[in-house]
Every structure is written in C-alpha cells, then in structure tokens.
C-alpha cells in the first residue's frame, strides 16, 4: 500500500447505527486530518492529530468522534447521525506543521457517507 | 470572511482552448499556496505549492503562478482528460488549509 489509505469506501448507515471509518498513511508523515466534504460546500476542516495528539477540533458535534492510536493510523467513530451528515469523509496527512512543504495535505480516496 | 476565493465557479473549454483559473487570497504572512486537483468522488491530488510573489511551477499542462493578492493557474491546449474540480487552499495558524469552492473545469472534443 502507498500513499493515503481509507475503507470502506462507501457506507450507508441508519441514524442509530455505530460505524468506524480508517483512514492509514504510508508517507511517514506526523499530522492527520479528516476533512468534510458536502456537494458545493468547499472542504471542511473536523480535526487535526500532530503526533498522536489532537490539536484542533472545529467545533464538529460529538456524534463525531475521532482517534489516533499512532501517527499512521486515524479513525472516525460515527454514532447517531442525521441524514444531513451525509457527505464525503476525506483523510489526508502531512509531515506536520510550520507552513511550506510542512503544510502540503496527502488525501486519501474518501468515504461516502449516506445517512438514512 | 472567505479568505479564499476562485473563479469562475466553472468553466468549459473546448480540448485545445487554453485559459486560466483563478485563485485570490487575503491573508497576510503567506506560507505557501497550494494547488489540487479533484475527481469526482475522489480524494483530491496535490499539484503544486507556491511559496513567494513570481514563483511559476509546471506540469504537463498546467502552469502555476504566484502574485501578492492571487494565484493563476493556466491550463495549455488542454484535453478532455483534465476536466475535473481544481482546488487552491492556504494555511491557517497552524495545520489546516483553507480551502476555496474550486472550479469546475469541463474540456470538450
């Protein structure tokens, strides 16, 4: 495997379901991201882990619940969502932080979500 | 306030009619302007980052430019395999990007 990895690749899940979303980087890199994606709504930031550790949450309702076990890896919990949480969830690493090449984002396929 | 900005929102070409897609930004400090391109249903794919006022990068195609204020991204004789969603983003204080709607580039035969 290369590059940034995610599965499944596609979800459809009832309001009270409970689902993970992975996402894996093969790149090395410190920081990862996962990112909303709804149709003519520009990328969403959700949350930010540098070296395991979160450093920004963007106000994303706790229905949302990320982890990062290490910095390769990076789940998204999903629990009692709304139909309107239906989108595209993209992961996506960089080698960390400090702007320049620091700051260019990886992205994985994406998953889409459809909330019934 | 949008900090990012691109235009048009879409865009059609015919396969060689070469034009330009534009990116402008507000904020100060910048560190560094990022390019992707995006396919439907897709992750988007990194293409460039530009770090400094008259800084160009290339590939294949498409030609990156940097100003104080905005960012072009020309797209030569191009073919229907470039049609996609191509996005411009700059860093927040921190980690994130802020990225802009994009623009939706169709090429024609």
């Known amino acids: 495997e290369t590059g940034v990895t995610q599965t499944p690749r596609h979800l459809v899940m009832g309001m009270t379901n409970k689902k993970s979303l992975k996402c894996e980087q093969h790149l090395g890199h410190n920081a990862m991201y996962w990112y909303k994606q709804s149709a003519k709504k520009p990328l969403e930031l959700m949350f930010v882990y540098n070296f395991k550790e979160q450093t920004e949450n963007n106000s994303v309702p706790s229905r949302f619940s990320p982890e990062c076990p290490n910095s390769s890896h990076l789940f998204l919990h999903l629990h009692t969502l709304q139909p309107e949480d239906s989108a595209l969830y993209l992961c996506?690493?960089?080698?960390?932080?400090?702007?320049?090449?620091?700051?260019?984002?990886?992205f994985g396929p994406g998953t889409r979500l459809t909330v019934l | 306030e949008d900090q990012v900005t691109q235009s048009p929102e879409a865009l059609r070409l015919q396969e060689g009619e070469s034009s330009s897609l534009n990116c402008s930004y507000t904020?100060?400090?910048?560190?560094?302007l990022f390019w992707y391109r995006q396919d439907p249903g897709k992750g988007p794919e990194f293409l460039f980052t530009?770090?400094?006022a008259g800084e160009e990068k290339e590939k294949e195609r498409l030609k990156a430019t940097l100003t104080k204020k905005e960012s072009f991204l020309h797209i030569t004789a191009p073919k229907p395999e470039d049609s996609a969603t191509y996005l411009c983003a700059v860093p927040w204080p921190g980690y994130a990007l802020n990225f802009g709607k994009g623009t939706s580039l169709l090429v024609t035969p």
């Open positions: 904020v100060s400090g910048l560190r560094g």
């Open positions: 530009l770090y400094s």
């Open positions: 996506a690493s960089s080698p960390g932080r400090g702007g320049g090449r620091n700051n260019e984002q990886f």
